[in-house]
Protein backbone atom coordinates (compact mmCIF):
# COMPACT_ATOMS: atom_id res chain seq x y z
CA UNK A 1 0.00 0.00 0.00
CA UNK A 2 1.34 3.42 -1.14
CA UNK A 3 1.81 6.20 1.72
CA UNK A 4 -1.23 8.38 2.18
CA UNK A 5 -4.71 7.49 1.12
CA UNK A 6 -6.04 7.49 -2.67
CA UNK A 7 -8.22 10.07 -3.14
CA UNK A 8 -11.81 9.33 -2.27
CA UNK A 9 -14.70 9.32 -4.27
CA UNK A 10 -16.03 12.05 -3.39
CA UNK A 11 -13.44 13.94 -3.73
CA UNK A 12 -13.13 12.98 -6.96
CA UNK A 13 -16.41 13.48 -8.74
CA UNK A 14 -15.63 17.47 -7.08
CA UNK A 15 -12.41 17.60 -9.00
CA UNK A 16 -13.57 15.88 -12.30
CA UNK A 17 -16.36 18.65 -12.07
CA UNK A 18 -14.23 21.58 -11.32
CA UNK A 19 -11.67 20.15 -14.26
CA UNK A 20 -14.68 20.44 -16.78
CA UNK A 21 -13.45 17.26 -18.44
CA UNK A 22 -14.75 17.08 -21.94
CA UNK A 23 -14.87 13.89 -24.37
CA UNK A 24 -11.96 14.46 -26.30
CA UNK A 25 -9.50 16.26 -23.80
CA UNK A 26 -5.93 15.71 -23.27
CA UNK A 27 -5.25 15.06 -19.49
CA UNK A 28 -2.18 14.84 -16.70
CA UNK A 29 -2.55 13.27 -13.35
CA UNK A 30 0.60 14.88 -11.36
CA UNK A 31 1.32 12.47 -8.44
CA UNK A 32 -0.75 9.78 -9.49
CA UNK A 33 -0.51 7.61 -6.93
CA UNK A 34 -2.93 5.10 -7.25
CA UNK A 35 -4.29 6.22 -10.15
CA UNK A 36 -7.90 6.94 -9.29
CA UNK A 37 -7.93 10.12 -10.60
CA UNK A 38 -6.62 9.23 -13.83
CA UNK A 39 -9.42 6.50 -13.65
CA UNK A 40 -12.16 8.55 -13.09
CA UNK A 41 -10.90 10.86 -16.25
CA UNK A 42 -11.18 8.50 -18.44
CA UNK A 43 -14.53 8.34 -18.83
CA UNK A 44 -13.91 11.89 -20.60
CA UNK A 45 -10.50 12.60 -21.67
CA UNK A 46 -8.98 10.36 -25.11
CA UNK A 47 -5.20 10.91 -23.73
CA UNK A 48 -4.02 10.98 -20.34
CA UNK A 49 -0.70 11.18 -18.59
CA UNK A 50 -0.25 9.68 -15.05
CA UNK A 51 3.47 10.88 -13.66
CA UNK A 52 4.35 10.21 -10.48
CA UNK A 53 8.32 9.75 -8.86
CA UNK A 54 7.49 6.85 -6.47
CA UNK A 55 8.26 3.79 -8.37
CA UNK A 56 5.43 1.72 -6.33
CA UNK A 57 3.17 4.36 -7.56
CA UNK A 58 4.11 3.35 -11.17
CA UNK A 59 3.40 0.12 -10.66
CA UNK A 60 0.13 0.37 -8.31
CA UNK A 61 -0.97 2.45 -11.38
CA UNK A 62 -0.41 0.72 -14.32
CA UNK A 63 -2.33 -2.53 -11.88
CA UNK A 64 -5.05 0.11 -11.76
CA UNK A 65 -4.94 1.04 -15.44
CA UNK A 66 -5.12 -2.79 -16.61
CA UNK A 67 -7.99 -3.67 -14.62
CA UNK A 68 -9.59 -0.75 -15.40
CA UNK A 69 -9.09 -1.04 -19.34
CA UNK A 70 -7.30 2.26 -19.59
CA UNK A 71 -3.78 0.99 -20.37
CA UNK A 72 -4.49 1.67 -24.08
CA UNK A 73 -4.94 5.69 -23.71
CA UNK A 74 -2.57 6.11 -20.82
CA UNK A 75 1.16 6.74 -20.28
CA UNK A 76 2.74 6.59 -17.17
CA UNK A 77 5.88 8.65 -16.57
CA UNK A 78 8.25 7.82 -13.92
CA UNK A 79 10.24 10.80 -12.94
CA UNK A 80 10.21 14.52 -11.48
CA UNK A 81 6.48 16.14 -12.64
CA UNK A 82 8.14 19.40 -13.39
CA UNK A 83 10.67 17.82 -15.82
CA UNK A 84 8.14 15.13 -17.03
CA UNK A 85 5.71 17.99 -17.70
CA UNK A 86 7.90 20.13 -20.35
CA UNK A 87 8.19 16.95 -22.73
CA UNK A 88 4.41 16.71 -22.58
CA UNK A 89 1.89 17.87 -25.61
CA UNK A 90 -0.36 20.49 -25.04
CA UNK A 91 -2.78 19.54 -22.29
CA UNK A 92 -7.13 20.04 -21.81
CA UNK A 93 -6.23 19.98 -18.28
CA UNK A 94 -4.46 18.82 -15.17
CA UNK A 95 -4.67 17.85 -11.84
CA UNK A 96 -2.10 17.82 -9.25
CA UNK A 97 -2.75 15.49 -6.00
CA UNK A 98 1.24 15.54 -4.97
CA UNK A 99 2.78 18.73 -3.67
CA UNK A 100 6.61 18.21 -4.53
CA UNK A 101 7.91 20.82 -5.75
CA UNK A 102 4.27 22.61 -6.30
CA UNK A 103 5.17 26.05 -7.34
CA UNK A 104 7.31 24.31 -9.74
CA UNK A 105 5.18 21.98 -11.56
CA UNK A 106 2.46 24.79 -11.18
CA UNK A 107 4.64 27.25 -13.26
CA UNK A 108 5.56 24.17 -16.11
CA UNK A 109 2.03 23.44 -16.12
CA UNK A 110 0.91 26.89 -16.93
CA UNK A 111 2.77 26.63 -20.36
CA UNK A 112 0.95 23.41 -21.53
CA UNK A 113 -2.34 23.34 -19.89
CA UNK A 114 -5.02 25.50 -21.99
CA UNK A 115 -8.43 25.10 -19.94
CA UNK A 116 -8.41 23.97 -16.34
CA UNK A 117 -5.67 22.87 -13.43
CA UNK A 118 -6.97 21.59 -9.92
CA UNK A 119 -4.68 20.93 -7.17
CA UNK A 120 -5.84 19.20 -4.25
CA UNK A 121 -4.11 19.47 -0.96
CA UNK A 122 -4.72 18.11 3.10
CA UNK A 123 -2.86 20.48 4.57
CA UNK A 124 -3.39 24.70 4.86
CA UNK A 125 0.12 25.56 4.38
CA UNK A 126 0.33 23.84 1.18
CA UNK A 127 -3.19 24.91 0.09
CA UNK A 128 -1.67 28.73 0.85
CA UNK A 129 1.26 28.39 -1.42
CA UNK A 130 -0.73 26.93 -3.87
CA UNK A 131 -3.26 29.43 -4.28
CA UNK A 132 -0.34 32.19 -4.37
CA UNK A 133 1.58 30.54 -6.97
CA UNK A 134 -1.65 30.36 -9.21
CA UNK A 135 -2.45 34.24 -8.05
CA UNK A 136 1.14 35.11 -9.18
CA UNK A 137 0.56 32.86 -12.67
CA UNK A 138 -3.17 34.94 -12.54
CA UNK A 139 -4.72 31.48 -13.16
CA UNK A 140 -6.65 31.50 -9.66
CA UNK A 141 -10.14 31.07 -9.98
CA UNK A 142 -11.29 29.94 -6.61
CA UNK A 143 -10.55 27.37 -3.32
CA UNK A 144 -12.83 25.24 -1.94
CA UNK A 145 -12.57 23.42 1.53
CA UNK A 146 -14.62 19.69 1.51
CA UNK A 147 -15.78 18.21 4.52
CA UNK A 148 -17.05 14.79 3.86
CA UNK A 149 -18.65 12.77 6.72
CA UNK A 150 -19.25 8.75 6.07
CA UNK A 151 -22.36 7.37 7.78
CA UNK A 152 -21.66 3.82 9.88
CA UNK A 153 -23.74 1.81 12.54
CA UNK A 154 -23.51 3.22 16.33
CA UNK A 155 -25.52 1.31 18.60
CA UNK A 156 -28.34 -0.10 15.59
CA UNK A 157 -28.78 3.33 14.62
CA UNK A 158 -26.54 6.17 11.94
CA UNK A 159 -23.88 8.05 12.76
CA UNK A 160 -21.27 9.98 10.84
CA UNK A 161 -17.65 9.92 10.86
CA UNK A 162 -15.11 12.87 9.10
CA UNK A 163 -12.70 11.82 6.43
CA UNK A 164 -9.86 14.53 6.27
CA UNK A 165 -10.97 17.64 4.81
CA UNK A 166 -9.37 18.59 1.66
CA UNK A 167 -8.72 22.06 -0.11
CA UNK A 168 -9.24 21.66 -3.65
CA UNK A 169 -7.65 25.27 -5.57
CA UNK A 170 -9.21 25.99 -9.23
CA UNK A 171 -7.30 27.82 -11.82
CA UNK A 172 -7.88 28.33 -15.48
CA UNK A 173 -5.13 29.59 -17.90
CA UNK A 174 -7.16 30.94 -20.85
Known amino acids: ??????????IIAITISK???AFGDVFCDVGCGTGAVSI???QFA???????????AIREAEKNFDSAGISDKT???HGEASEAIADLPRLDCAFVGGTRNIESVLQKLHTKVYGRIVANA??????????GCMKSLEIFEEV???????GYELAGETAFKPINPVYIMVGTTL
Open 19 to 21: LKL
Open 75 to 77: TLI
Open 1 to 10: MLPGSPTKPE
Open 122 to 131: ARIETAARII
Open 46 to 56: DRIYAIDIREE
Open 144 to 150: IHVHVSK
Open 40 to 42: AAS
